[in-house]
């Protein structure tokens, strides 16, 4: 098992460094430059967008409305990889990690806005409103049904089973370090148990479907979030003087002359980015699963709202930890990642903390296995409208999540390393030609703006457009017959 652990390290780090963080970097640097830097010119319009009333779905029942969407890729994003991923990035890259995962973070919402804007323009419609993805577009957009198929079946495993096996090994790993603070013994019990409930849980609302989904998304990720960016700002308060120095220690060990000669700057580079990606997933091919879910006037205004869960994720959540890990004067290590968040805020706070963080943990794994379960879900109906296979995949999703509460979590999260950048490279290929429909959506959102618009779309705005299922132009009420 070590040999295999390493030998998938080793691929993980020539992987990303060689090829997915160049081909990132220059893919979102081309897209902010073709939008004009939508990701930061429109920030107050993406604030807007969030607001709107969703249509009512085949089934007589209100389709996912825009906030509702953001909530579940934001259930997806906020997760271990915001508070174990980023003390990871810490632990392995130095503080210069954090750095590059804030400018990786502005720059690829670029990236983020293109795949969201497509997976809207794209989406078909369900029962229960809509759906779509990446393999959607790949589909309808690109005509390369194949492309779809391999990206559907690596999303699937990798959210479906590597990462929430990451999530359901993370909350164990919080659980049994509060507890081993009481100083209870005996407790090799509770990890199998802390797995069953685990699943237990998540099948009460997997079985539940899409709606289910996006209401506990909706109720439990802005007061997740709140909760800890609320316990971040204590720490920054009650170290305000230390903070300048840490801050200064961030741009120094990103662009330091003592980490570039010892090899550090690479690592900080690498790890701030990887990490990053595993918690923002912009580029990644993730968030459109959900983003195309909306019912919203125009595919732009989606691509906007998914762009700001970006800035959510990196800029607030994601420096939440950092702040609160390198106020507490950590320890490096390779092993010293995902337990790092928990010994800084007992550091910090107490030891009642530690408890808290748990609390945390548990809610941001369990709404991440959550929108993780769902853009499986989206890309098994993808691939077959087989009921049986739906079924089938909520089961093996169950197994996995308790396997992965009882398994090694070195290994998880290398895997999950491996095959998100499989993920993202077959997403990028896609994204890349397609990304000219994206800009010229944004010329018509931006024109009906300027006319003072709440900008619409249909298709026949873009007559040249192919493969476009939804956005049907408006059908005119008959006139009514002058009165005799």
């Given amino acids: 098992m070590e040999a295999l652990n390493d030998a998938i390290v080793a691929l993980n780090d020539t992987f990303w460094l060689y090829l997915i963080i160049p081909v ?285 869960g970006v800035y959510v994720d990196t800029l607030l959540v994601c420096s939440t930890t950092a702040f609160i890990v390198l106020l507490s004067n950590p320890t490096y290590g390779e092993n010293r990642g995902p337990t790092m968040t928990q010994e800084a805020l007992q550091f910090n706070l107490g030891n009642w903390s530690l408890h808290l963080l748990t609390l945390i943990i548990l809610l941001v794994a369990f709404t991440s296995v959550l929108g993780n379960y769902f853009y499986g879900e989206s890309n098994v109906g993808f691939l077959t409208q087989n009921r049986a296979v739906l079924t089938g995949y909520r089961w093996i999703v169950l197994v996995v999540t308790f396997l992965g509460a009882i398994g090694s979590s070195d290994l998880v999260w290398n895997l999950a390393d491996t095959t998100m950048g499989i993920m993202a490279l077959v997403n990028l290929a896609a994204i890349a030609p397609l990304s000219a429909v994206a800009f010229k959506l944004l010329r018509d959102y931006n024109e009906q703006r300027k006319q003072g618009l709440d900008p619409v779309f249909t298709r026949d705005r873009i007559p040249e457009l192919t493969g476009v299922e939804c956005w049907d132009p408006k059908t005119p009420e008959p006139e009514k017959a002058p009165a005799s």
């Fill in 24 to 308: 990132l970097a220059v893919l979102s640097l081309y897209f902010t430059v073709r939008s004009g830097a939508v990701q930061i010119r429109m920030i107050p319009e993406m604030v807007r967008a969030m607001v709107g009333k969703a249509e009512t779905a085949e089934d007589g029942k209100k389709a996912i409305s825009s906030f509702q969407a953001f909530a579940i890729s934001a259930a997806a994003r906020i997760g271990t990889g915001n508070i174990a991923g980023v003390a990871t990035a810490i632990a392995l890259g130095g503080p210069g990690a954090v750095f590059w995962m804030w400018m990786m973070g502005l720059v690829v919402g670029a990236a983020s806005f293109v795949e969201s804007t497509l997976a809207q323009l794209y989406k078909v419609r369900d029962k229960a409103g809509f759906r779509g993805g990446p393999a959607y577009y790949m589909l309808h957009g690109l005509r390369a049904r194949w492309m779809g198929v391999i990206f559907a079946v690596v999303i699937t495993i990798t959210f479906g089973f590597v990462f929430n096996a990451v999530q359901s090994n993370t909350i164990v790993g919080a659980v049994m370090t509060s507890v081993e603070a009481t100083g209870a013994t005996g407790t090799g019990w509770l990890e199998p148990v802390l797995g069953l409930a685990l699943v237990a849980l998540t099948a009460a609302v997997i079985f539940g479907g899409v709606r289910r989904i996006a209401h506990v998304a909706q109720l439990l990720v802005p007061f997740m979030a709140g909760l800890y960016m609320v316990l971040g700002l204590v720490i920054v308060v009650l170290n305000i003087d230390a903070l300048p120095g840490v801050v200064g220690q961030i741009f120094a060990n990103a662009f330091g002359f003592e980490e570039i000669a010892a090899g550090g700057l690479g690592a900080a580079i690498v790890q701030g980015v990887r990490r990053g990606m595993f918690s923002n997933e912009a580029g990644l091919g993730s968030a459109p699963n959900a983003g195309a879910t909306a019912s919203v006037s125009h595919p732009v205004k989606q691509g906007l709202v998914q762009t700001l």
